[in-house]
């Protein structure tokens, strides 16, 4: 068995730590860009949308308030369902942080049980190699398990991102924008300007206010529907971590017992 020194072991750890870390900050940047990146722009989406139709209508000064409370209703139901997403994904975090460090005690522990098996063979103590080899076999196992944890944990993150640009396309507002069409007929022009004059108030709230005002309820029923499916898939996942924690356990004694 080829000797094992500090120096290599210290180094294949850090190797490790390093590209473990690297690939959480990268994903962590890809989620909180891509969260805030889609957030901005449905917001945008929507405030604009008013906005031009205010100033179609020519009604912005007299509805501001509305409008900007309308803004503020919509901003609110994308920080909850997107503040749900944050949680989903810090609590995968925490359970990829949690089984990173747990690899990485394995592995401590196959390079000392490594030291001990040699020195068990040097002095031909039957039991103590018998003792080491198991552990080491079982440990090794143990590492294994470990990395298909933070192989899951991984994919789920990859899945939050995935799931952020999902939630996006549902919110995504669908209804057509009633802007001026451009009129080259003098006439016309004349006219479709003093029918929206005479009928600005009327057609702002009817063909403005009163849809947003519904495409904010229906965000808030599908907002509060993704919301309930978000807390059902963390419960799921603690319950399958703390599930698979216990079969490496059990796993691991087995060995031992052999």
């Known amino acids: 068995m080829p000797n094992i020194t500090k120096e290599d072991f210290k180094q294949d750890l850090q190797e490790l730590v390093e590209i473990e870390n690297q690939k959480q900050m990268n994903l962590a940047v890809l989620f909180e860009n891509s969260l805030a990146n889609s957030k901005e722009i449905r917001l945008t989406e929507f405030k604009d949308r008013l906005y031009i139709q ?12 509305e409008i900007d409370d309308l803004v503020t209703q919509y901003k609110k139901q994308l920080d909850k369902l ?52 198991n552990k080491i076999n ?8 470990y990395e298909t944890i933070v192989n899951e944990c991984n994919s789920r993150l990859e899945a939050c991102i995935e799931q952020i640009a999902d939630f996006s396309e549902k919110i995504k507002i669908e209804e057509n ?44 029923d599908e907002v509060d529907k993704s919301i309930g499916n978000l807390y059902n898939q963390i419960f799921e996942f603690a ?7 216990d079969k490496i356990n059990m796993a691991f004694n087995a060995m031992m017992q052999g």
């Open 54 to 65: 205010a100033n179609y209508y020519n009604t912005l000064e007299k509805y501001q308030l």
């Open 82 to 133: 997107f503040d749900v997403c944050s949680t989903r994904y810090i609590n995968i975090q925490r359970e990829l942080a949690t089984a990173v460090q747990s690899e990485i005690i394995v592995v401590t522990n196959i390079s000392i049980n490594k030291q001990n098996l040699e020195k068990a063979i040097e002095e031909n103590d039957a039991e103590k190699i018998h003792y080491y080899t």
């Open 138 to 145: 079982a440990s090794i196992q143990k590492k294994l398990n």
């Open 177 to 220: 924008v009633n802007v001026a069409k451009k009129e080259n007929n003098r006439i016309l022009k004349f006219l479709n300007k003093l029918i929206k004059n005479l009928n600005r108030k009327k057609n702002f709230e009817n063909y403005v206010l009163k849809p947003s005002e519904n495409h904010i309820e229906r965000l808030t």
């Open 239 to 245: 319950v399958q971590m703390k599930d698979n924690k």
